[in-house]
């Protein structure tokens, strides 16, 4: 295929500006930042929560073996950790969890990652005797189980005050075959077992009580359908007991996506669906009528792989808060009760989620071009904005940093494709003259998700060492519309590769990379674009597969029922397409690879089991093809551990310089290649 041009719609900054700078191999450039720095003092930010002037939040520890911690910050500006010491706060439920911990009047309710049960901690519960365990200490109150032992599994969390229970999802793997998801009320003195309000459906999420506490919505959706294909929302009036009464379909359906449903102060059921082709906010009326809120060609809603999710919400007069993505980035708007005067509002962040509203203030996850990620108090009055906690306290000189140029490039079909293009950025040092930059390019996992434009240790990390890094929005991701993401649909693993193909093509044509020196990495659904990109065309020289995916047919066999059928709307229906499984599985063409591959695999991934890497390393072994594999104990689906993610990017650093003849200014073990 002929080289494709590329449209920029930024800036691009070049490396070494300086009049100073040293000219070196390009990926030999020694780096202000250190490769700790992935792991040294950063914390994953997530579910921020909010009761009675309290900010409460999730913090995943890389140093802690990536658990996580409910952290609560008081109105004076404290802040401590309130869940037990040890105790990782998360969620099996879809094995992406969410909505591990809910709080209400002081109340917190928490997943325990350990053994799956929920644990409440209230407010005067001076529970056993000082010093038993269990026992409270100065300043918590003890950990009550409120759910029994057993094969179950609990998520998005609703405590629901006013009947002393909490309203949640529960996963039942106790009996054969696949598990049962239900939506199920828990008594918050654990003085009962769980009592069932909604079953028959394949899955639940999005239990939410109105703020009267007389009425219930949630969404469900069944096979073979991912939440985004299709859901369907409903209502229901509770009984004196606290169970849904007659049941009132209000919005979705097998093949429209409906998200979030969320009451508003007055007691409108509003929700996010995508009935135009565009996730839009929707309102609930009186009568019925389903009433559009400020209609426009953004999305308001996310990909709901976690449950819980959180792109708007209400303040105090009323009015909605939205996170919307459009062009690939995320804004800030604010829009009237009634759906009228849609603003934008001026904040410096281009990635946002989990937001939280209290009267005239938000707090949200944000990040941006030159920030990282932080948990965000902004002022809605002021728009001042303060960061409660960043990610990392590391600072980067603005001279060092690479800001990503958003790019968009021909692909096939007439159509285009978009991505993020960011350069190696340097101030010591720039590549020698008349010489181009190895690129990686990468994707996102999903493959229903989106490169996400907030600023990256790891993007930096490359960059800052002299290599180039193409983040590519392929067909089917989220935020450009239904009709973007669809592209997917029955040609996974075709307009995927094809668009990193060619957005690595433009950018060669542009000068701005070496075509001689291209790789390709991801992870998951994205190490499955790898492998495919890497066996069906011979464009990339270098290929590295995290827990990516070499055999379909296997996957469909093995993985967890969340995703269970995922492929038969992205390949087709098993077992009636599996000679076309079979053609776009890399397992059974491995002799058709003509280049380096890294193989990296967590032993306990329930989602990508691990017999995926060790089939894909044996066909390159059988092919004798150059190869290297690291299997980590512990590790599930995506890395959590420091030493895990540090001596992951460590092995990738090695093996490119390896391959493209560049030797790291870095002291790190190499990877050894097998041939």
Known sequence: MEARDVVATGDHPVAGDSVDAVAAPYGSWTSPLSIEALVSGVVGLREPLLDGGHLYWLEARPTEGGRQVVVRRAPDGSTRDVSPAGVNVRSRVHEYGGGAHAVSGGTLVYSNWADGR????????????PGQPGAASADSPPARALTPEGPFHYADLQIDLGRARVICVREDRSGPGEPVNTLVAVRLDGSADPNTLVAGADFYS?????????????????????PWDGTDLWLADLDARGRPGPVEHVAGSAAEWTSQPRWSPA??????????????????????????????????AHPDWPLGLATYGFTGDGAILAVARRNGRDELWSIAGDGSDPRGIDVPFTEMEWLRVDGEAAYLVASGPTDFPALVRLDLRTGAHQAIRRSTGLRIDPADVSIAEPVEFATEGGLTANGLFYAPRNARFRGPEG???????????????????????????????????????????TGYGREYRRRLEGNW?????????????????????????????????SGYTTLCAITFRDRFRAGVSSYGIGDLAALEQTTHKFESRYTWRLVGPYPEAAAVYRERSPVFFADRIRCPVLILQGLEDPVVPPDQARSMLAALAANRVPRAALFFEGEQHGFRKAETIVRSFEAELSF????????????????VLER
């Open 118 to 129: 929920l644990y409440a901690m209230v407010p005067g519960d001076a529970g056993p005797a």
């Open 206 to 226: 999005s239990p939410r009580l109105s703020p009267d506490g007389r009425r219930l919505a949630w969404l469900s959706w069944n096979h073979p359908n991912m």
């Open 267 to 300: 007691g409108d059921l509003c929700f996010v669906d995508e009935r135009t082709g565009w996730m839009n906010l929707y309102r609930r009326l009186d009568d019925r009528r389903i009433q559009p809120l400020a209609p426009a060609q953004a999305e308001f």
């Open 435 to 477: 010489e181009a930059p190895p690129l990686i390019v990468q994707s996102h996992g999903g493959p229903t998700s989106a490169a996400r434009t907030g600023l990256s240790i790891g993007t930096q990390l490359l960059t800052s060492r002299g290599i180039a890094v193409l983040d590519v929005d392929y067909g089917g991701s």
């Open 493 to 525: 693993g075709i307009v995927d590769v094809d668009d990193c193909v060619n957005g690595a093509e433009a950018l060669a044509v542009r000068g701005l990379v070496d075509p001689k020196r291209l790789a390709i990495e991801g992870g998951s659904a």
């Open 656 to 671: 490119y310089g390896q391959v493209f003849g560049f030797t790291p200014s870095d002291q790190i073990e190499p990877i």
